[in-house]
């Protein structure tokens, strides 16, 4: 999103960009959906968040419905356990590249980059909530602003090879300097009538199921604990996971835990943000629900299912519009006032530590085959009895480089990657087995 907002369009500006971002990485909910409705907002009012935010998430949710129908069909086919082991490589470069380059535009100083450090550490080995971890970072903001630490100035704008001065980049349409436009001054008229909206919104499709289906039924049920799960996903899906495999799996039984660890592959490896993983859960729930069977019959299993991945998605999704629309005025009133800054600009440094931590979770899962065996130490990368070079995958090993140079070093597109990476999977499993 930052190489194609901010490098290539030129919709909005770094500083800006990350202003907005921080706000996303404080709420709950899905922080990659919320800046693209947030930015949408920010640049073509209520209308504009509510699309930008719909389409962020709607293609997701089509793979997904369709992945999930193909997997309830192909469990347990060897093409699709090839396509998933070509493309989890490329997962750990995504990420591993999203650190190193939020990493490179944020920790300027050798504060930031302790702060960061100090994140990373609390994440994996103390396992430390993500909140918590937030707001530590952004206490730590505070009393450094009152101390007198000031933002880091920009780095100059130099060719560290060729010591010759870089073009400057075209103005953004909405740069450091752009007067916040009328829609997004604080109004306690405007929240009011974006509160009310969201109730009616939650409340409309609720009672519709709790109608149709009872407030036991299936349905309802999810409803209302995604929309639970939607309130608690501080930090994003990873946050979120054991809450949704204890409500879905041993609660309610929606699907098997083997079920949501497949589910969580396909999450993975499919574009859009890894909490469309819900769309899954709810898929298979309600294609196993005997409710929904009994009422519709099963000739209109599919039908069950899709409609249980629609509704999750919406009980799952209708809070982050609602923080943006309300909060977003309130946000934007905060910007150039150091007293936010600087706590801010701590809360991007404890995210790099964040994103590198994940880098080493996926890195850990997808190069050790054996890693979701092994006992679970401080790190989260095996423990006692984990040898880190038994068992690595070299395969996988080389895919990931492969894919890192290919997204860093010709800066060749995601999906394209992804693709070429699926094709190499189920390449490397035919070769092997014949």
Not at 64 to 85: I, K, N, R
Request: aromatic share 12%.
């Amino acid at each position: 999103m930052h190489t194609e907002l901010v490098q290539r369009r030129r919709w909005i500006s770094e500083g800006r960009f990350l202003h907005a971002l921080n706000y996303c990485m404080a709420l709950p909910g899905p922080e990659a959906q919320q800046l693209a409705t947030y930015l949408g907002w920010l640049m073509h009012r209520t209308w504009g968040g509510v699309v930008a935010g719909a389409l962020f998430i709607l293609p997701s949710l089509l793979v997904l419905v369709g992945l999930s129908w193909a997997y309830m069909q192909w469990e347990h086919t060897p093409w699709l356990a090839a396509v998933l082991y070509g493309v989890k490589p490329a997962v750990v470069a995504l990420v591993a590249l999203a650190a190193w380059r939020l990493g490179v535009k944020t920790l300027k100083t050798a504060g930031l980059a302790a702060v960061a450090l100090s994140a990373f550490v609390a994440m994996g080995w103390a396992r430390a909530p993500f909140p918590v971890v937030l707001l530590a970072a952004a206490g730590l903001g505070l009393v450094a602003h009152r101390l007198g630490w000031s933002l880091p100035a920009q780095a100059a704008q130099l060719s560290p090879a060729s010591q010759t001065p870089r073009p400057a980049p075209l103005p953004a349409l909405i740069g450091d300097t752009t007067p916040t436009p009328d829609h997004a001054q604080p109004n306690r008229r405007r929240l009011i009538q974006v509160l009310v909206a969201a109730a009616f919104l939650w409340c409309l499709p609720m009672v519709a199921l709790w109608a149709a289906f009872g407030r036991e039924g299936t349905l309802t049920q999810m409803g209302w604990f995604f929309t639970q799960a939607a309130l608690m996903t501080f930090g994003g899906a990873y946050a979120v996971l054991p809450f949704v495999v204890q409500g879905a799996v041993v609660q309610h039984g929606w699907l098997s835990a083997g079920q949501m660890m497949d589910g969580l592959a396909l999450g993975e490896s499919t574009p859009g943000p890894l909490i469309m993983v819900v769309a899954f859960v709810a898929f298979v729930g309600g294609w196993n629900s005997s409710q929904l069977l009994a009422q519709w019959g099963p000739e209109y299993r599919v039908l069950a299912a899709s409609m249980a991945a629609v509704a999750v998605t919406w009980f799952t999704f209708l809070p982050s519009f609602i923080f943006i629309l309300a909060g977003g005025p309130w946000v934007e009133a905060t910007r150039g006032r150091l007293g936010w800054q600087v706590p801010l600009t701590f809360m991007s440094a404890a995210v790099v530590g964040v994103i590198a931590q994940l880098a080493i979770y996926f890195a850990a899962h997808v190069f050790w085959p054996a890693f979701a065996s092994a006992p679970v130490s401080g790190w989260g990368v095996g423990g006692e009895g984990f040898e880190p070079w038994r068992g690595l995958d070299a395969t996988a090993l080389v895919l990931a480089g492969v894919a890192a140079v290919a997204l860093g070093r010709f800066g060749l597109g995601v999906i394209t990657v992804i693709a070429l990476c699926a094709a190499a999977g189920i390449m490397i499993r035919w070769v092997s087995s014949s």
